[in-house]
């Protein structure tokens, strides 16, 4: 991948956070976005709606190869995979990450960021590619849309997904510590962005950045 814009390298405020905490302005960004619900871990629906992320983000990487080229484009590396997670309105608190909740009734937007030069049109460019290679696929699910996430707090937790809590309980002192209250609602949602790939890398070694939304009290 020499010489590929790398998001990761280029924003490291967005993509590099250090195990302290940190207080982040996140801009505006353009993302392809899957929403769904269910256990992560169990459920074919969030199978689908990351094979479908990752097949239309390749299709707009690769469409240098078949002619299909947008204006603007240019080499780049193909963001990381983020998903923002809650509950459903019947329930009687918001998913903050630590919570041991049953899984199932998880609510969640899995979304992959894109390039600026991503139009409608070469995102339906890519839906009509991906469409003949998996058409077993339903990329009706997917939409792109831009996101501003806004004022936030995040620290970098490395080990398993399971053992999240304790980062988060780092850093949800820290938000109140720093004078800030925590702002997870119904609009703002816990998030995480996941740098390691779990099917390649031992569970003590995952990376993964904790974001999670604030307000000045």
């Known amino acids: 991948m020499a010489g590929a814009f790398d998001f990761k390298k280029a924003y490291k405020d967005l993509y590099a956070p250090k195990s302290k905490p940190s207080v982040i302005d996140v801009p505006e960004i353009l993302f392809i976005h899957v929403h769904g619900e269910g256990n992560p871990n169990t459920s074919q629906e969030y199978k689908n709606a990351i094979e479908i992320l990752y097949g239309l983000s390749y299709a707009i990487k690769m469409s240098k190869m078949n002619g299909t080229q947008p204006q603007g484009y240019y080499n780049y590396v193909v963001p990381p995979l983020e998903g923002l ?77 399971d053992d999240e809590p304790a980062t988060i309980e780092i850093l949800e002192n820290f938000i109140i510590e720093s004078g800030y209250k925590n702002d997870i609602s119904q609009a703002r949602k816990h998030h995480e962005i996941y740098l390691s790939d779990p099917r390649k890398t031992a569970p003590e070694k995952l990376k993964t950045i904790i974001r999670h939304p604030i307000f000045k009290s």
């Open 85 to 161: 997670w809650w509950l459903g309105l019947g329930d009687d608190q918001y998913f903050d990450g630590k919570t041991v909740i049953d899984k199932d009734k998880l609510r969640w937007n899995s979304m992959i960021r894109q390039p600026e030069f991503v139009t409608q049109e070469v995102f339906e460019d890519a839906k009509l590619i991906l469409s003949k290679k998996k058409p077993m696929l339903d990329l009706s699910l997917a939409n792109l849309a831009t996101w501003n996430e806004g004022l936030c707090a995040q620290i970098m937790h490395i080990g398993s997904y």
